[in-house]
């Protein structure tokens, strides 16, 4: 009986805490009122092309590093939909560009010797790209011009340790310096 007694106790010493802060909070309710009371944002989202992505991944010089359909480096990872359903997730790819910035900057820097500028559309053709399976497949190594061909980098650099320290240490060694920006 008494263990029967105690059972509830913490579900009802929890419901007890959690009425006794709601009444003596008051704000929180005002805040809640405010947060209602914000209009919801809108979200401009481009029209996208993914045969539009498939150009600019090679004139933009993201074949340099990335490859698509066995086409490209192999300095950073490939970009292959690996039988993708082609649903473009446009903010998954915008994180997982940011989430590498850093290395790319570098890279580019590095091998280009200038950062590759994109535009908000662009990034949504690119993404578009990486979610087709059908324009990836008609990337081939003849649409990179043959000028380009020859810097595709070959050093699979993100996959290394220590990365992007190592990377920098290749910098600092090489007398390149370290404030490259």
Known sequence: ???????????????????????????????????????????????????????????????????????????????????GNGQLDLLGFVVRMWNGAQAMIELQAFELGYQIDLTGEEIGHLAAFAASPEAQRRLTMQAVPDAMQSWIIDKPYWMGEGWPESFEQEYHENGLPLDYN
């Open 1 to 83: 009986m008494i263990g029967s007694m105690y059972a509830n106790m913490p579900m009802t010493l929890g419901l007890a805490s959690a009425f006794m802060v709601a009444i003596s909070t008051p704000t929180l309710a005002g805040q809640a009122e405010a947060a209602e009371a914000i209009e919801p944002t809108s979200v401009i989202m481009p029209m996208v092309d993914p045969e539009r992505g498939r150009r600019l991944f090679v004139t933009k010089g993201c074949v340099l590093c990335h490859a698509v359909n066995g086409v490209g480096g192999i300095a950073a990872p490939a970009l292959d939909t690996e039988g």
